[in-house]
């Protein structure tokens, strides 16, 4: 792979990553296996992303931010209904992680390998606080950080015994129980969150997001 005019060295590191991680798994791709495909020497890695799981975390974030975006040009009035946003949101995130068996290789073995909560936590944790914005909520930071914990935690664990035990549960149906999760224990009124859940069933399937890639 060369990179182009529009593609900086970052990005041509990252296209190559996220070939390799697709078509051989987080665990067999090295950093050496993907600069062996880029006209770029390995040794400027660290200057980019200093570790493989640094790496992985831009993705993830990348990913997540394109979402986000897409979704707010079809539906700008989601722009401060954090909480419907994030359910939409997640309900696109894993029908594209899920229905692609790569893909899910992939996901399945960066969690089974490292806690959810140290990949995700600069991404997630903001997203958060908005809940507690949007419905007025008091919560003590040291309160909040240990419900991010617990969150990460059980999600993580649902995810192994999902791929282990070959559960057969629809990707929106994963999004409903895992997004429930923080409204609940901050305490949001049980069906409050049930109608957001279920309004943000209408306005995914509204959307065609086809053009949203993970990893290629």
Do not use: C, W
């Not at 009035?77 to 029908?95: C, D, E, G, P, R």
């Not at 003590?140 to 991010?148: A, C, G, M, R, S």
């Amino acid at each position: 792979m060369k990179a182009n005019n529009n593609e900086t060295t970052r990005d041509l590191i990252l296209q190559s990553a996220k070939y390799n991680f697709y078509h051989h798994g987080y665990k067999a791709t090295t950093i050496s296996k993907i600069f062996s495909e880029i006209d770029v020497p390995a040794g400027i890695f660290t200057y980019y992303f200093k570790t493989k799981d640094m790496l992985v975390y831009e993705i993830y974030k990348s990913f997540f931010n394109n979402i986000d975006h897409f979704i707010l040009e079809s539906y700008p009035n989601l722009k401060n209904s954090y909480f419907l946003k994030q359910a939409v949101l997640s309900k696109i995130y894993y029908q594209i992680i899920l229905s692609d068996e790569k893909n899910a290789s992939f996901y399945y073995q960066v969690l089974e390998n490292k806690s959810n909560f140290r990949v995700n936590k600069h991404i997630i944790g903001p997203i958060f606080k908005n809940f507690i914005d949007e419905f007025n909520l008091v919560i003590p930071e040291e309160q909040f950080y240990l419900i991010t914990i617990l969150d990460a935690g059980s999600r993580r664990e649902f995810f192994l015994n999902y791929f282990k035990n070959h559960l057969t549960i629809s990707p929106y149906e994963i999004s409903n129980l895992i997004e429930a999760l923080i409204p609940l224990m901050l305490r949001i009124d049980k069906n409050v969150v049930d109608s957001i859940l279920l309004k943000s069933v209408g306005i995914a399937n509204s959307l065609k997001y086809d053009h949203l890639v993970f990893l290629v």
